[in-house]
Protein backbone atom coordinates (compact mmCIF):
# COMPACT_ATOMS: atom_id res chain seq x y z
CA UNK A 1 0.00 0.00 0.00
CA UNK A 2 0.87 3.81 -0.24
CA UNK A 3 2.56 5.78 2.92
CA UNK A 4 0.15 7.22 4.78
CA UNK A 5 -1.29 11.04 3.14
CA UNK A 6 -3.29 13.18 4.89
CA UNK A 7 -7.12 13.40 3.24
CA UNK A 8 -7.17 15.24 0.32
CA UNK A 9 -9.19 15.85 -2.59
CA UNK A 10 -7.14 12.91 -4.45
CA UNK A 11 -7.44 11.08 -0.68
CA UNK A 12 -10.74 11.77 0.80
CA UNK A 13 -11.28 11.18 4.50
CA UNK A 14 -13.91 7.93 5.74
CA UNK A 15 -15.82 8.29 8.69
CA UNK A 16 -16.47 5.21 10.63
CA UNK A 17 -20.09 5.26 12.36
CA UNK A 18 -21.70 2.75 14.83
CA UNK A 19 -21.52 -0.66 13.05
CA UNK A 20 -19.17 0.47 10.34
CA UNK A 21 -16.13 -0.80 9.44
CA UNK A 22 -12.75 0.32 7.92
CA UNK A 23 -9.88 -1.46 6.47
CA UNK A 24 -6.57 0.41 8.38
CA UNK A 25 -4.45 -2.30 6.32
CA UNK A 26 -6.52 -4.86 3.60
CA UNK A 27 -7.04 -3.74 -0.10
CA UNK A 28 -10.15 -4.05 -2.30
CA UNK A 29 -8.29 -6.26 -4.61
CA UNK A 30 -9.00 -8.14 -7.83
CA UNK A 31 -8.04 -11.45 -8.99
CA UNK A 32 -8.22 -13.18 -12.37
CA UNK A 33 -10.76 -16.20 -11.96
CA UNK A 34 -9.67 -19.91 -13.84
CA UNK A 35 -11.38 -20.84 -16.96
CA UNK A 36 -14.06 -23.18 -17.38
CA UNK A 37 -14.52 -25.65 -15.88
CA UNK A 38 -12.12 -25.61 -13.15
CA UNK A 39 -12.50 -21.70 -12.09
CA UNK A 40 -15.29 -21.95 -9.91
CA UNK A 41 -17.04 -25.41 -9.12
CA UNK A 42 -20.66 -25.57 -7.29
CA UNK A 43 -21.34 -28.64 -4.93
CA UNK A 44 -24.92 -30.22 -4.37
CA UNK A 45 -24.81 -28.44 -1.18
CA UNK A 46 -23.97 -24.92 -3.01
CA UNK A 47 -20.78 -24.45 -1.65
CA UNK A 48 -18.46 -22.85 -4.74
CA UNK A 49 -14.83 -23.75 -4.82
CA UNK A 50 -13.00 -20.93 -6.71
CA UNK A 51 -9.63 -21.52 -8.74
CA UNK A 52 -7.57 -17.77 -9.60
CA UNK A 53 -5.14 -17.61 -12.03
CA UNK A 54 -2.28 -16.48 -9.38
CA UNK A 55 -2.50 -15.72 -5.81
CA UNK A 56 -5.25 -14.00 -4.53
CA UNK A 57 -4.11 -12.99 -1.09
CA UNK A 58 -8.06 -13.44 -0.12
CA UNK A 59 -8.59 -13.80 3.85
CA UNK A 60 -11.02 -16.24 5.07
CA UNK A 61 -14.51 -14.14 6.65
CA UNK A 62 -14.16 -11.61 4.23
CA UNK A 63 -16.86 -11.15 1.64
CA UNK A 64 -15.92 -11.76 -2.24
CA UNK A 65 -17.45 -10.46 -5.93
CA UNK A 66 -17.83 -13.00 -8.47
CA UNK A 67 -18.49 -11.02 -11.55
CA UNK A 68 -18.08 -10.36 -15.58
CA UNK A 69 -15.11 -7.73 -16.58
CA UNK A 70 -16.36 -7.88 -20.47
CA UNK A 71 -17.64 -10.26 -23.04
CA UNK A 72 -15.07 -12.06 -24.29
CA UNK A 73 -14.06 -15.49 -22.95
CA UNK A 74 -11.82 -15.36 -20.15
CA UNK A 75 -13.24 -11.29 -19.13
CA UNK A 76 -16.62 -13.34 -19.33
CA UNK A 77 -17.92 -15.89 -16.76
CA UNK A 78 -19.08 -19.06 -18.31
CA UNK A 79 -21.25 -21.87 -16.66
CA UNK A 80 -20.80 -25.56 -18.18
CA UNK A 81 -24.68 -25.99 -17.42
CA UNK A 82 -25.89 -22.55 -17.77
CA UNK A 83 -26.27 -21.62 -14.40
CA UNK A 84 -25.68 -18.52 -12.35
CA UNK A 85 -21.98 -17.77 -10.40
CA UNK A 86 -22.30 -13.79 -10.39
CA UNK A 87 -22.53 -12.65 -7.09
CA UNK A 88 -21.65 -11.96 -3.73
CA UNK A 89 -20.18 -15.04 -1.22
CA UNK A 90 -18.33 -15.25 2.02
CA UNK A 91 -14.91 -17.23 2.08
CA UNK A 92 -15.02 -20.15 4.50
CA UNK A 93 -11.75 -21.33 4.14
CA UNK A 94 -8.66 -20.53 2.08
CA UNK A 95 -6.94 -24.24 1.03
CA UNK A 96 -4.40 -22.96 -1.20
CA UNK A 97 -3.35 -19.69 -2.07
CA UNK A 98 -5.08 -19.77 -5.61
CA UNK A 99 -8.21 -21.44 -3.77
CA UNK A 100 -11.11 -20.48 -1.54
CA UNK A 101 -14.04 -22.12 -0.35
CA UNK A 102 -17.56 -19.55 -1.13
CA UNK A 103 -20.63 -19.94 0.72
CA UNK A 104 -23.15 -17.94 -1.53
CA UNK A 105 -24.73 -14.68 -0.09
CA UNK A 106 -27.32 -13.57 -2.59
CA UNK A 107 -30.32 -15.78 -2.55
CA UNK A 108 -30.17 -16.34 -6.55
CA UNK A 109 -27.46 -17.93 -6.00
CA UNK A 110 -28.32 -20.16 -3.07
CA UNK A 111 -30.62 -22.13 -5.75
CA UNK A 112 -28.54 -22.73 -8.27
CA UNK A 113 -27.71 -26.34 -8.94
CA UNK A 114 -24.28 -28.27 -9.19
CA UNK A 115 -22.23 -26.91 -12.17
CA UNK A 116 -18.85 -25.77 -13.37
CA UNK A 117 -17.86 -23.01 -15.00
CA UNK A 118 -14.74 -19.91 -14.79
CA UNK A 119 -13.54 -16.92 -16.55
CA UNK A 120 -14.03 -13.25 -14.85
CA UNK A 121 -13.01 -11.46 -11.82
CA UNK A 122 -13.43 -12.33 -8.08
CA UNK A 123 -12.56 -9.24 -5.89
CA UNK A 124 -12.29 -8.99 -1.76
CA UNK A 125 -10.18 -7.24 0.81
CA UNK A 126 -6.52 -8.89 0.88
CA UNK A 127 -4.07 -8.96 2.67
CA UNK A 128 -1.19 -5.92 2.41
CA UNK A 129 2.45 -6.82 3.12
CA UNK A 130 3.92 -2.91 3.78
CA UNK A 131 7.42 -2.61 5.09
CA UNK A 132 7.84 -1.64 8.81
CA UNK A 133 7.38 1.17 10.41
CA UNK A 134 4.54 1.85 7.68
CA UNK A 135 1.33 3.34 8.58
CA UNK A 136 -2.28 2.37 7.18
CA UNK A 137 -4.84 4.09 5.91
CA UNK A 138 -6.92 6.37 8.67
CA UNK A 139 -10.47 7.16 9.18
CA UNK A 140 -12.42 10.13 11.39
CA UNK A 141 -14.39 8.46 14.49
CA UNK A 142 -17.76 9.62 12.96
CA UNK A 143 -19.53 7.66 16.11
CA UNK A 144 -18.57 10.46 18.87
CA UNK A 145 -21.47 12.51 19.18
CA UNK A 146 -24.72 12.96 22.02
CA UNK A 147 -25.14 9.98 24.70
CA UNK A 148 -27.17 7.86 22.77
CA UNK A 149 -23.94 7.05 20.75
CA UNK A 150 -21.96 6.37 24.25
CA UNK A 151 -19.45 4.62 24.92
CA UNK A 152 -17.42 6.60 22.11
CA UNK A 153 -15.02 3.80 21.10
CA UNK A 154 -14.20 1.47 18.68
CA UNK A 155 -12.59 -2.24 18.08
CA UNK A 156 -10.08 -3.60 16.06
CA UNK A 157 -9.33 -7.00 14.40
CA UNK A 158 -6.07 -8.00 12.59
CA UNK A 159 -5.17 -11.30 11.09
CA UNK A 160 -1.81 -12.38 9.53
CA UNK A 161 -1.81 -14.20 6.15
CA UNK A 162 1.08 -16.63 8.69
CA UNK A 163 2.96 -16.73 11.65
CA UNK A 164 3.90 -12.80 12.08
CA UNK A 165 7.17 -13.74 14.34
CA UNK A 166 7.75 -10.77 16.87
CA UNK A 167 5.43 -7.94 15.85
CA UNK A 168 4.07 -4.62 17.24
CA UNK A 169 1.01 -3.20 15.56
CA UNK A 170 0.20 0.24 16.92
CA UNK A 171 -3.74 2.12 17.67
CA UNK A 172 -3.23 5.05 17.37
CA UNK A 173 -5.08 8.56 17.74
CA UNK A 174 -4.88 11.90 16.77
CA UNK A 175 -7.21 15.00 17.07
CA UNK A 176 -5.62 16.54 13.53
CA UNK A 177 -5.28 13.96 10.94
CA UNK A 178 -1.02 14.89 10.69
CA UNK A 179 1.63 12.25 10.50
CA UNK A 180 3.09 14.14 13.53
CA UNK A 181 -0.12 14.10 15.26
CA UNK A 182 -0.90 10.37 15.60
CA UNK A 183 0.36 8.88 18.81
CA UNK A 184 -0.19 5.55 20.60
CA UNK A 185 -3.82 4.89 22.62
CA UNK A 186 -3.62 3.00 25.85
CA UNK A 187 -3.06 -0.27 25.88
CA UNK A 188 -2.94 0.28 21.57
CA UNK A 189 0.84 -0.92 21.55
CA UNK A 190 -0.32 -4.89 19.96
CA UNK A 191 2.60 -7.50 20.34
CA UNK A 192 0.77 -10.77 20.64
CA UNK A 193 -1.74 -12.67 18.89
CA UNK A 194 -4.68 -14.24 20.71
CA UNK A 195 -4.46 -17.42 22.37
CA UNK A 196 -7.19 -19.43 21.16
CA UNK A 197 -6.69 -17.84 17.36
CA UNK A 198 -2.54 -17.77 16.61
CA UNK A 199 -3.01 -15.37 13.61
CA UNK A 200 -4.98 -13.33 15.28
CA UNK A 201 -5.53 -10.44 17.21
CA UNK A 202 -8.22 -8.30 18.86
CA UNK A 203 -8.50 -4.77 21.25
CA UNK A 204 -11.23 -2.96 22.18
CA UNK A 205 -10.89 0.92 23.27
CA UNK A 206 -14.49 1.20 24.48
CA UNK A 207 -13.97 5.36 25.59
CA UNK A 208 -12.05 8.00 23.48
CA UNK A 209 -12.24 11.55 22.25
CA UNK A 210 -9.78 11.37 19.62
CA UNK A 211 -10.84 12.61 15.88
CA UNK A 212 -9.09 10.10 13.92
CA UNK A 213 -7.54 6.34 14.05
CA UNK A 214 -5.09 4.25 12.46
CA UNK A 215 -3.23 1.43 12.55
CA UNK A 216 0.65 1.32 12.34
CA UNK A 217 3.52 -1.67 12.09
CA UNK A 218 6.13 -0.47 13.91
CA UNK A 219 8.10 -4.47 13.61
CA UNK A 220 7.52 -7.63 12.00
CA UNK A 221 10.07 -10.49 12.15
CA UNK A 222 8.61 -12.57 9.46
CA UNK A 223 7.30 -11.09 5.72
CA UNK A 224 3.43 -11.67 5.93
CA UNK A 225 0.43 -9.86 4.97
CA UNK A 226 -1.96 -8.09 7.77
CA UNK A 227 -5.45 -7.15 7.20
CA UNK A 228 -6.44 -5.12 9.97
CA UNK A 229 -10.38 -3.79 10.50
CA UNK A 230 -11.50 -0.84 12.44
CA UNK A 231 -15.06 -0.98 13.45
CA UNK A 232 -17.17 1.34 14.91
Known amino acids: MPPYAVQSPANPMRGIVRGDTGYSFGALTPAT???SPTGLVRAAGGIVTLTTTGNHNFAPGELVT???????AGTAITAVGGTRFGGNYLITAIPSATTATLQPVDDVLIH???DTGGGGQASSIAYENPAAPQAGQAFALANRGDNSMSPWGFAVDGIFSA????????IQGAFVDADAEYSVLVNGAIAATDANATLKFHADFTWTVANFVR???ITRTNNVGLILRIRG
Open 33 to 35: IAA
Open 66 to 72: VYDVGRT
Open 112 to 114: QAP
Open 163 to 170: APGAFEVD
Open 215 to 217: AKI
